[in-house]
Nanobody, 111 residues
Framework: QVQLVESGGGLVQAGESLRLSCAAS????????IAWYRQSPGKQREWVAT???????EYADSVKGRFTISRDNANNTVYLQMSSLNVEDTGIYYC?????WGQGTQVTVSS
């Protein structure tokens, strides 16, 4: 059973940055697609960003240019660097590796 553990969430002000981490219990190379999702209050969970085994990245339009997904294969960890945060970025952020989900980490952006 794969374990994914997110960390790095917190309370920040609009315009600030946060870096989320997702540590996997096995090599990242065993996964085909690695992604971040988020669920904002009252909304459905939505896709945020993806990185594949080649390092190819894709982003939702709402975060393009502000968020960066990256991977540290040596430490089995995926990151989501978030900059220029705004109130609409508030939510629980989840990492997903193939069909496996982490428990989520809360990000709250205050105005």
């Amino acid at each position: 059973q794969v374990q994914l553990v997110e960390s790095g969430g917190g309370l920040v002000q609009a315009g600030e940055s946060l870096r989320l981490s997702c540590a996997a219990s096995r090599s990242l190379f065993t996964f085909g697609v690695i992604a971040w999702y988020r669920q904002s209050p009252g909304k459905q969970r939505e896709w945020v960003a993806t990185i594949n085994y080649r390092g190819t990245r894709e982003y939702a339009d709402s975060v393009k240019g502000r968020f960066t997904i990256s991977r540290d294969n040596a430490n089995n960890t995926v990151y989501l660097q978030m900059s220029s945060l705004n109130v609409e970025d508030t939510g629980i952020y989840y990492c997903k590796m193939d069909s496996n989900w982490g428990q989520g980490t809360q990000v709250t952006v205050s105005s």
